[in-house]
């Protein structure tokens, strides 16, 4: 039997019967799991303890801290070391065999891991999806998400996605990938990308308004792989036609067209997802930072009745 790796593995997790067997059998090495859910109405706990995972059920109050903040703060762990993994993720043998290494070295605090983003079945090669680094190993009491203070924004969900971790101390890169592989499909793709736009939407609208970048990782052209994302966001929110913008820089500057049909799909896709967070963030200027809420009542137009229909019979 393989020894177990002391560190403890944190998933989040919402209806995904789908996901979670192949999830929790990829981090069967790690010495503790605990997946944390948000009241799923599917077999996701039925099969979380099938495999020996710890179930915690975690209760949104609409504001902060989100799923991921609340894990790090209450979960009792009984390793330093915490690993992040959505249900869509898998942690390979070679990367495991890489983290038992990594941890023994105390001159770092935390890694980041590189994701294979795989869509219809194929690695998503180009398109700037790789590389694509997330700090998602650390020492659990150094470690905690940024807030980029979006929380009074509905339907963005209750699970830290696109922030990123604040890390005390020095921090590594590791080798071996991590794969990102979705069971479901393509309306689960967009079901969800529909409330990410909610979250990048008012994102867009605190760079433009020019917040305080405290709390969070800031923006650095010369820093890390994820600073230097963050400091070209906010020129990118400047510019116009970004859609169009997204699909030329994925599919033909950056070579996702290399990917075949499926780079093609997910371009479009990325375009489609840049529009719809346009939309959301006129929307949110048209109304002082609200999403479909006017300012003043009188500015809703009145409601015409309907004439009820002639009796011909009459």
């Known amino acids: ?84 993994v959505d249900c869509d993720e898998r942690i390979t043998t070679e990367l495991w065999d890489e983290i038992a290494i990594a941890i023994e070295n105390q001159d770092y605090n935390g890694y980041y891991l590189n994701r294979k983003v795989f869509f219809l079945g194929k690695w998503i090669r180009y398109g700037g999806k790789y590389p694509d680094w997330n700090l998602r190993l650390f020492r659990h009491e150094l470690g905690r998400y940024e807030n980029l203070h979006t929380e009074d924004i509905p339907n963005t969900g209750d699970n830290e996605v696109h922030e990123h971790v604040i890390l005390e101390g020095n921090v590594g890169y590791l080798k071996n990938d991590m794969l990102h592989i979705d069971f ?101 200027r048209k109304f002082g930072g609200q999403l479909n809420v006017p300012t003043h009542l009188s500015e809703i137009p009145p409601v015409t009745p309907i004439p009820e229909p002639v009796n011909a019979s009459k």
Not at 3 to 25: G, H
Not at 52 to 57: E, P, T, W
């Open 184 to 284: 479901r499909d393509i309306y689960h793709w967009l079901e969800r990308h529909n409330r990410y736009s909610n979250w990048e939407a008012r994102v867009y609208y605190n760079i433009l308004a020019g917040d305080d970048e405290s709390g969070t990782i800031g923006s650095n052209l010369f820093g890390n792989a994820v600073q230097r994302k963050r400091f070209l966001k906010k020129i990118w929110v400047k510019l116009p036609l970004k859609p169009l913008l997204r699909f030329i820089i994925f599919y033909i500057i950056r070579l996702g067209f290399l990917d075949g049909q499926a780079g093609y799909i997910y371009g479009r896709l990325l375009s489609q997802y840049e529009y719809q967070i346009g939309v959301k963030l006129y929307e949110l």
């Open 1 to 84: 039997m393989t020894a177990k790796i002391p560190v403890s593995v944190l998933i989040p997790a919402k209806n995904e019967e789908l996901n979670l067997p192949a999830c929790l059998e990829s981090v069967a090495r790690a010495d503790e799991v605990f997946v944390v859910d948000s009241q799923s109405s599917d077999r996701s706990i039925e099969i979380c303890e099938q495999y020996g995972a710890k179930v915690l059920q975690f209760q949104f109050n609409g504001r902060w801290p989100k799923k991921k903040n609340w894990s790090l703060d209450n979960l009792p762990f009984r390793n330093d070391w915490v690993l992040i």
